[in-house]
């Protein structure tokens, strides 16, 4: 293909064989629409990593407003983007103060369950010495039980005894 597309040469070949004069007039403008996306100085190109603009060349305006259009678009791509992260941001933000109050919470109730244990511990050493008079009592009363039963059991063999050296 020659380096200039809108040469006739270059042009497709209609569907009704007409001399290169004769194109319609639509299929000429869609041919020159798509050639003005051509690089002036080098042809068509599909590089988007090398510039065809040179400094001291004129400007094609199409070239110059598509480029604009990128910008704007590829700018408000880009700050979509960053809104999107800040949105990240601010709720991971919000969500860490939530995390902080509510450990703040959490701590709050672990000194007063800390403290409310510390106390309970204190009066149960201060109670400690009646716990242990309750389990000497304890002790005795259970000993004194015993003896009551042993007496009431001797109690009950003597009455026999008695009983049976009354009848004779």
Do not use: C, W
């Not at 380096?3 to 001399?19: D, I, L, W, Y």
């Not at 860490?96 to 709050?108: G, V």
């Amino acid at each position: 293909m020659d380096a200039n597309p809108k040469a006739p040469e270059a042009r497709a070949p209609t569907a009704t064989s007409q001399p290169p004069d004769a194109v319609p007039r639509r299929q000429v403008e869609e041919e020159e629409r798509v050639s003005s996306f051509d690089s002036p100085k080098h042809g068509p190109t599909l590089s988007t990593s090398t510039s065809s603009f040179e400094a001291l060349d004129p400007h094609d305006p199409n070239l110059s407003h598509l480029a604009s259009l990128m910008f704007s678009h590829t700018s408000n791509y880009l700050q979509g983007e960053l809104s999107a992260v800040l949105e990240d941001y601010t709720l991971l933000e919000q969500m860490n103060r939530a995390t902080i109050t509510k450990y703040a919470d959490m701590r709050q109730i672990g000194g007063s369950v800390s403290r409310a244990l510390k106390d309970l511990n204190d009066k149960y050493l201060a109670l400690q010495p009646y716990l242990e008079q309750i389990d000497q009592i304890e002790d005795s009363v259970t000993k004194l039980e015993a003896a009551a039963y042993k007496l009431d059991a001797y109690s009950k063999r003597l009455e026999t005894k008695f009983k049976s050296l009354e009848k004779k």
